[in-house]
């Protein structure tokens, strides 16, 4: 199983009301909706490292992590080779933009959400997260 991990990018750790979401670009097959940025992890990182690594590259940013959104079984299951954990966070330093993968990125205000057409293993997170 290949560990993906993403960034509930939001504008307080302590009551979010607006979350970034990052629109595909390749490979065709995603290529228009929706995820939360992030992406796989290397060898010999921490899911934690990955992530701001992940985030450096594709959006130019540096965060601070908050907790993590937790799946009940430990993991959110995107496909039968991959899950994903994502952690809340708040930018530190840079503004966001679209640089590897993504064309466009939107800040959904909290009860809009889920207005864009998610990644199918996104929804449920996304879900689970406008009801905390």
Request: hydrophobic fraction near 45%; charged fraction near 25%.
């Amino acid at each position: 199983m290949r560990l993906v991990v993403g960034a509930a990018l939001v504008d307080s750790l302590d009551a979010p009301t607006r979350l970034l979401a990052a629109r595909r670009s390749a490979p065709p097959a995603l290529a228009g909706r929706w995820e939360l940025p992030g992406g796989k992890v290397e060898a010999g990182e921490t899911p934690q490292q990955g992530l701001h690594r992940e985030l450096r590259e594709e959006l130019g940013v540096a965060v601070e992590l908050g907790e993590e959104v937790r799946h009940p079984d430990g993991a959110w299951p995107l496909t039968p080779e991959l899950e994903m954990r994502v952690w809340w966070a708040v930018l530190t330093a840079g503004t966001p933009a679209p640089l590897q993968d993504h064309d466009e990125l939107r800040w959904l205000v909290r009860g809009r959400w889920l207005s864009v057409d998610w990644l199918p293993g996104d929804v449920p997170l996304v879900t689970a997260m406008q009801a905390l």
